[in-house]
T-cell receptor, first 111, second 116 residues
Framework: GQNIDQPTEMTATEGAIVQINCTYQ??????LFWYQQHAGEAPTFLSY????GLEEKGRFSSFLSRSKGYSYLLLKELQMKDSASYLC????????????FGAGTRLAVHP | GAVVSQHPSWVICKSGTSVKIECRSL??????MFWYRQFPKQSLMLMAT?????????EQGVEKDKFLINHASLTLSTLTVTSAHPEDSSFYIC????????????FGPGTRLLVL
């Protein structure tokens, strides 16, 4: 089957670091994506991992372990504007490389 | 690059009418586009995969006769919600896959549909 799990909600303090975990089970895994979605808006692309390891892009980093079916998104130097939902999505090679989305993690950043 | 537009951004219609939503890739060609629906505080649910020049592939449970998809060109896909009912009120989002970026999907701004 196909399943993506991530925590429903997280809170953090401005300036801190937060790690959002994601575990996945897909029949034809071919990459892990993270998207940010502010309320009422469409998702915006943050990062993409297909090989094991860490990908760093400014304040955001994403990690993948294919053998464990596990990924995390690391947000450093949190800002108030980082309050949003973070969606983990696994790409499935079957069906035109469609993305299977998790339910999203709502992150609230407090002063 | 990789800009996707949607039109309209907001639709309010009466029950029983049909609504067409357009999704365009502005600076690239998209052989594959995806249509999602999102209810409040829920994640994105894939409705169908739209391929240029061929029939769309619908996900299980999505009525293909109710949600008509046409991918007429490499830059345009349309979703028509036929005989809309209040339960069809949702946020509809399209995305397009960009081959040069590892096939990353880029999303349009979304269309909010309210059926009265």
């Amino acid at each position: 089957g196909q399943n993506i799990d991530q925590p429903t909600e997280m809170t953090a303090t401005e300036g801190a670091i937060v790690q959002i975990n994601c575990t996945y089970q897909t029949s034809g895994f071919n990459g892990l994506f993270w998207y940010q979605q502010h309320a009422g808006e469409a998702p915006t692309f943050l990062s993409y991992n297909v090989l094991d390891g860490l990908e760093e892009k400014g304040r955001f980093s994403s990690f993948l372990s294919r053998s464990k079916g596990y990924s995390y998104l690391l947000l450093k130097e949190l800002q108030m504007k980082d309050s949003a939902s973070y969606l983990c999505a696994a790409r499935d090679v079957g069906g035109y490389n469609k993305l299977i989305f998790g339910a999203g993690t709502r992150l609230a950043v407090h002063p | 690059g990789a800009v996707v537009s949607q039109h309209p951004s907001w639709v309010i219609c009466k029950s029983g009418t049909s609504v067409k939503i357009e999704c365009r890739s502005l600076d690239f060609q998209a052989t594959t586009m995806f249509w999602y629906r999102q209810f409040p505080k829920q994640s994105l649910m894939l409705m169908a995969t739209s391929n240029e020049g061929s029939k769309a592939t619908y996900e299980q449970g999505v009525e293909k006769d109710k949600f008509l998809i046409n991918h007429a060109s490499l830059t345009l896909s349309t979703l028509t919600v036929t005989s809309a009912h209040p339960e069809d009120s949702s946020f509809y989002i399209c995305s397009a896959r960009v081959r040069r970026t590892g096939e990353t999907q880029y999303f349009g701004p979304g269309t909010r549909l309210l059926v009265l």
